[in-house]
Structure formats: structure tokens, C-alpha cells
């Protein structure tokens, strides 16, 4: 009788558990008529691309300066709402014997530099909240978009970016530099080629301490982001390189994440000090930390710190069923053991580890295939995190010249974008989880694994 009653409770359990909890949903509007996705989507060849720079902050006159050095392409306009910043990239291109035309004067400057028949390409490298009005507005206007990161703030960014670009047929790729660096190159080759077995997780992260930044920020467009609103607000540099050895939306897709985050115990006295006021309101908590869950199983973790003096990480791990490569806080990469004989339980790792100059012999052997040693040379001296935001230019540079589709698509972009929005809902709804949307809109399965254009 007793046993009788536990099951019926057991099943009354399940029963209300299957039914009642399911994750958050969030919509997929349908494709507009006469649409279609933009999956190896390749425009015509543009022999000389003509780049249209706008947002002339750190990052962007950091482009104007690496751009001018990339084969296949030049700076054709710069733009920047500030006119001193928009002269002074104007003047580093006339020095250099370079012709450009600087728009600045107003906030919707832009709009002249993407009318702009010497632009093929507008180049956004503005503060978060103008990155898509003005890649909606160049689309619209015929031109090739590549945004910054992170590229989009809402689902409703996301979806706009991506509806334009299906609309338009124009490329809309998110600037993601660390898809592009030494080790991450090295180890997605890797991962093609079947080193780690079947990658089935992988973590990815952005743990900048930003105390000595914020004041450098345009307007304080940044902390003040920061303070209103809550989630994972930088989520692209982590997901980005791994989502590429995932194979996302190459064959798999993410599903559904949750969230947690800590309460925001910095982030209020960075405003406090700026103000000189105590801030008694600050919606980003200082930790915020989301795992996705992908329609194969596989599972990733993100996390945010940009607020406590933690060491630099990306983190940067993937695991495989035969084998693993992680990037920080040491570069290693670990595979399965020779032989089971003289196992001794007291010797806790007794996987091959491959570091220093035996990972340098191993990650050797596979080069990717984009980068050749001219281009890791060159790379090198220009520069830009160390070279990988160079080798970025070069092959969106590559690409259009010959007519190919880019690395990253306009779904690479509004996948790892989207966090930021489901993540402050997960959070929101005590960390219940919520469904990715499906950006390709059925696509995701239409080609198998990541793949460069060559
Ligand atoms: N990929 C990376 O490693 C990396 C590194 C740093 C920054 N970023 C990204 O680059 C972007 C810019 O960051 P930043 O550090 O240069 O910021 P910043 O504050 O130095 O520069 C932003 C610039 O945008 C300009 N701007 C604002 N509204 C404009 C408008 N309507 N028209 C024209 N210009 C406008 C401002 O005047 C300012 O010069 C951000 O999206 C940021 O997240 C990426």
C-alpha cells in the first residue's frame, strides 16, 4: 500500500513537471515572402573594395589605420558624429597620399557616407546603440555591412539585421577578431580535422577588468549600458571561436540556455565615482555566467566579468571525446593516453599533455588553411591584438575581392548576440530556461561542419 502511494506521488510529480515547466519560448517570425536565407550566400567580386569607416573611436581609427594596409581594399569615407575625430582619421589617410571624404557634423552623418557611391562596404565600429541603425540604413542603401562586437543588443536588433540582409543580399558579418587569433585558429583546425574525437563542450568567455577603460568611453556610453541593463552584455568573444568548432548552425544548433549572475557589488561604485553620487540603482550583476544546450547535446559556458581584477580570459576550451585544447590561463592541449598497464590511483592526470614547445611541435602539423606565413608575418607586424584583428580585415577583404561567402554570416552574428536579450530573460525569470530562436529559420542543417571559403 505504502509503495502504492509513492509511485502515484512520483507520477503526480512528473506528470506536472513535464507539463507545466517547459522553457521559456521565444518567437520565430516567419520568413517575409519572397525571402530566402543567406546560408554560402556570395555576392559579385569587388576587385577594390571601397570601405566606409564610421565610429572613429579607439577601435575605429585603429581600423582606418589597419585597413589601409589590407591588399584589395581602401578607405574611400570616414565618418565620426565628432568632427575633430573624423579629421583626424581623414588627416592619417591625406598624409599617407590616400584620398577619403570625412562626413561628421551631426548624428546622422552616416547616412550621407552610405549613400555614398564610392562606398561598397560600411565598416561600424560606433558605440552598441548605433550599430544597427546604421547597418540597417547602409543595407538598405545597396552596401556590404561588417558590424563590431557585439554587433546587435536585442532579439529585435537580431531579427532586423537578419531580415535586411535576406532582403537585401547584401553580407551583414559581426567583426568577431577572436575567431581569428593563433591558438584558436590552430585548434579549430584541429577540431576539423578529428584530433579531439567529437567536440561535445566548450566554454568561452569575456573577463576584462574595465576599471582603468570606462572613462575612455564616448559619452560613457559604455558603463552607462552596464548600469541599465542586465545579462551577459559581451557574450561574442567567447562563443564565437568555439561556436565555429561546434559546427552552430552547421549542423547544429543551440536550443536553450540559462543563466545565473551575481548582484552588481562594483559595477554601482565605478558610477558612484564617476557621479560623485551614490548609485543606488545598477542592473548588471559583476558575474554573469549561461550555459547553452545545443539540438546534439552538446553544451557550452559562457561567462561575463568585466568588473573585478580577474586576469584577462577568454577562456577558450574545448572538449572532445578523444581529447581537449584550452587556452588559458596556459595553452595546453591534452589527448587520450597510450596504453592502460601501470595505472597508479594516486597520479590524477594521466592524460597526454601536450604544452611549451611540445605544443608548438604538435599545433605545427596544422596549420589553417587561411593562414599562410606571408599573412601570419605581416600579421604580426601590423598588428591589432597581436595580429588576429589584421588577419580579420584580410579575409573579409579576401572574400568580397573574389566573390566568396564570408567566415561569419549574418546568423553567426545574431546567434551570439542574441545572449545578451535571453540571457536578462533567463535571469529575469530566476535563471528558468529559455529557447534560442532559430535564426535560419530551418537552415541549420542545410551544411554539414565549418568551413572557410578559399
Ligand atoms: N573586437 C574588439 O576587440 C573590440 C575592442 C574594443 C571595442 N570594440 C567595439 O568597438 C566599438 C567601438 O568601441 P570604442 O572602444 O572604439 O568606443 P569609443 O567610445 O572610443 O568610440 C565610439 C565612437 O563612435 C562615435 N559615434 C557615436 N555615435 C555615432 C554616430 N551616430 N555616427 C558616427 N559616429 C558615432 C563616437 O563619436 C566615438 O568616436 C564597440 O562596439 C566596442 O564594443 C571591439
Same mark, same amino acid.
Given at each position: 500500500?505504502?509503495?502504492?502511494?509513492?509511485?502515484?506521488?512520483?507520477?503526480? @510529480?512528473?506528470?506536472?513537471?513535464? +507539463?507545466?515547466?517547459?522553457?521559456?519560448?521565444?518567437?520565430?517570425?516567419?520568413?517575409?515572402?519572397?525571402?530566402?536565407?543567406?546560408?554560402?550566400?556570395?555576392?559579385?567580386?569587388? %576587385?577594390?573594395?571601397?570601405?566606409?569607416?564610421?565610429?572613429?573611436?579607439?577601435?575605429?581609427?585603429?581600423?582606418?589605420?589597419?585597413?589601409?594596409?589590407?591588399?584589395?581594399? !581602401?578607405?574611400?569615407?570616414?565618418?565620426?558624429?565628432?568632427?575633430?575625430? @573624423?579629421?583626424?582619421?581623414?588627416? $592619417?589617410?591625406?598624409?599617407?597620399?590616400?584620398?577619403?571624404?570625412?562626413?561628421?557634423?551631426?548624428?546622422?552623418?552616416?547616412?550621407?557616407?552610405?549613400?555614398?557611391?564610392?562606398?561598397?562596404?560600411?565598416?561600424?565600429?560606433?558605440?552598441?546603440?548605433?550599430?544597427?541603425?546604421?547597418?540597417?540604413? @547602409?543595407?538598405? !542603401?545597396?552596401?556590404? /555591412?561588417?558590424?563590431?562586437? %557585439?554587433?546587435?543588443? +536585442?532579439?529585435?536588433?537580431?531579427?532586423?539585421?537578419?531580415?535586411?540582409?535576406?532582403?537585401?543580399?547584401?553580407?551583414?558579418?559581426?567583426?568577431?577578431?577572436?575567431?581569428?587569433?593563433? $591558438?584558436?585558429?590552430?585548434?579549430?583546425?584541429?577540431?576539423?580535422?578529428?584530433?579531439?574525437?567529437?567536440?561535445?563542450?566548450?566554454?568561452?568567455?569575456?573577463?576584462?577588468?574595465?576599471?582603468?577603460?570606462?572613462?575612455?568611453?564616448?559619452?560613457?556610453?559604455?558603463?552607462?549600458?552596464?548600469?541599465?541593463?542586465?545579462?551577459?552584455?559581451?557574450?561574442?568573444?567567447?562563443?564565437?571561436?568555439?561556436?565555429?568548432?561546434?559546427?552552430?548552425?552547421?549542423?547544429?544548433?543551440?536550443?536553450?540556455?540559462?543563466?545565473?549572475?551575481?548582484? %552588481?557589488?562594483?559595477?554601482?561604485?565605478?558610477?558612484?565615482?564617476?557621479?560623485?553620487?551614490?548609485?543606488?540603482?545598477?542592473?548588471?550583476?559583476?558575474?554573469?555566467?549561461?550555459?547553452?544546450?545545443?539540438?546534439?547535446?552538446?553544451?557550452?559556458? /559562457?561567462?561575463?566579468?568585466?568588473? +573585478?581584477?580577474?586576469?584577462?580570459?577568454?577562456?577558450?576550451?574545448?572538449?572532445?571525446?578523444?581529447?581537449?585544447?584550452?587556452?588559458?590561463?596556459?595553452?595546453?592541449?591534452?589527448?587520450?593516453?597510450?596504453?592502460?598497464?601501470?595505472?597508479?590511483?594516486?597520479?590524477?592526470?594521466?592524460?597526454?599533455?601536450?604544452?611549451?614547445?611540445?605544443?608548438?611541435?604538435?599545433?605545427?602539423?596544422?596549420?589553417?588553411?587561411?593562414?599562410?606565413?606571408?599573412?601570419?608575418?605581416?600579421?604580426?607586424?601590423?598588428?591589432?591584438?597581436?595580429?588576429?584583428?589584421?588577419?580579420?580585415?584580410?579575409?573579409?577583404?579576401?572574400?568580397?575581392?573574389?566573390?566568396?561567402?564570408?567566415?561569419?554570416?549574418?546568423?553567426?552574428?545574431?546567434?551570439?548576440?542574441?545572449?545578451?536579450?535571453?540571457?536578462?530573460?533567463?535571469?529575469?525569470?530566476?535563471?528558468?530556461?529559455?529557447?534560442?530562436?532559430?535564426?535560419?529559420?530551418? @537552415?541549420?542543417?542545410?551544411?554539414?561542419? $565549418?568551413?572557410?571559403?578559399?
Amino acid at each position: 500500500m505504502r509503495s502504492q502511494l509513492i509511485a502515484v506521488i512520483v507520477l503526480a @510529480a512528473l506528470c506536472s513537471c513535464s +507539463t507545466g515547466h517547459g522553457p521559456i519560448k521565444t518567437e520565430v517570425p516567419p520568413r517575409p515572402a519572397g525571402q530566402q536565407d543567406m546560408i554560402q550566400f556570395a555576392a559579385d567580386p569587388i %576587385p577594390d573594395v571601397g570601405i566606409g569607416v564610421v565610429g572613429l573611436g579607439m577601435r575605429g581609427s585603429d581600423a582606418v589605420e589597419r585597413l589601409s594596409l589590407v591588399p584589395g581594399c !581602401h578607405v574611400a569615407a570616414v565618418c565620426d558624429v565628432e568632427p575633430d575625430r @573624423a579629421a583626424a582619421s581623414y588627416k $592619417f589617410l591625406s598624409d599617407k597620399g590616400l584620398k577619403a571624404t570625412a562626413y561628421s557634423g551631426d548624428e546622422r552623418s552616416y547616412e550621407a557616407l552610405c549613400e555614398d557611391p564610392a562606398v561598397d562596404l560600411v565598416y561600424i565600429c560606433t558605440d552598441w546603440l548605433h550599430h544597427v541603425p546604421v547597418a540597417l540604413y @547602409a543595407m538598405g !542603401h545597396g552596401k556590404h /555591412v561588417a558590424i563590431e562586437v %557585439p554587433s546587435a543588443e +536585442t532579439l529585435q536588433d537580431c531579427w532586423d539585421l537578419v531580415n535586411t540582409s535576406e532582403r537585401t543580399r547584401r553580407h551583414c558579418m559581426i567583426l568577431e577578431n577572436c575567431c581569428y587569433d593563433f $591558438f584558436e585558429l590552430t585548434a579549430l583546425e584541429m577540431a576539423r580535422q578529428g584530433v579531439f574525437g567529437e567536440i561535445i563542450h566548450a566554454e568561452g568567455a569575456y573577463l576584462h577588468n574595465l576599471d582603468p577603460f570606462w572613462k575612455l568611453y564616448w559619452n560613457n556610453w559604455r558603463l552607462d549600458f552596464n548600469k541599465k541593463h542586465r545579462g551577459d552584455l559581451y557574450p561574442t568573444h567567447g562563443l564565437g571561436p568555439v561556436c565555429q568548432a561546434l559546427n552552430i548552425h552547421r549542423g547544429d544548433r543551440f536550443e536553450t540556455l540559462v543563466s545565473m549572475d551575481t548582484a %552588481p557589488f562594483n559595477g554601482p561604485k565605478h558610477e558612484a565615482a564617476r557621479t560623485g553620487e551614490p548609485c543606488t540603482e545598477f542592473a548588471n550583476g559583476d558575474v554573469t555566467t549561461t550555459m547553452i544546450r545545443t539540438a546534439k547535446g552538446k553544451t557550452i559556458l /559562457v561567462e561575463h566579468d568585466v568588473m +573585478t581584477p580577474r586576469p584577462y580570459s577568454r577562456m577558450y576550451q574545448l572538449v572532445g571525446t578523444e581529447g581537449y585544447a584550452g587556452k588559458y590561463p596556459v595553452q595546453q592541449v591534452c589527448l587520450r593516453p597510450e596504453g592502460s598497464e601501470n595505472v597508479d590511483y594516486q597520479n590524477l592526470g594521466r592524460e597526454k599533455v601536450y604544452s611549451g614547445e611540445a605544443l608548438k611541435e604538435l599545433m605545427a602539423q596544422y596549420r589553417s588553411p587561411i593562414l599562410t606565413e606571408e599573412l601570419e608575418t605581416l600579421a604580426k607586424e601590423v598588428g591589432g591584438h597581436g595580429g588576429m584583428d589584421y588577419i580579420m580585415d584580410y579575409r573579409l577583404i579576401y572574400c568580397l575581392n573574389r566573390g566568396l561567402p564570408l567566415d561569419m554570416d549574418v546568423y553567426d552574428l545574431a546567434e551570439w548576440c542574441c545572449i545578451t536579450e535571453l540571457s536578462r530573460i533567463s535571469l529575469e525569470n530566476g535563471s528558468t530556461p529559455v529557447e534560442v530562436p532559430d535564426f535560419t529559420r530551418g @537552415a541549420w542543417n542545410k551544411t554539414q561542419g $565549418f568551413s572557410y571559403a578559399l
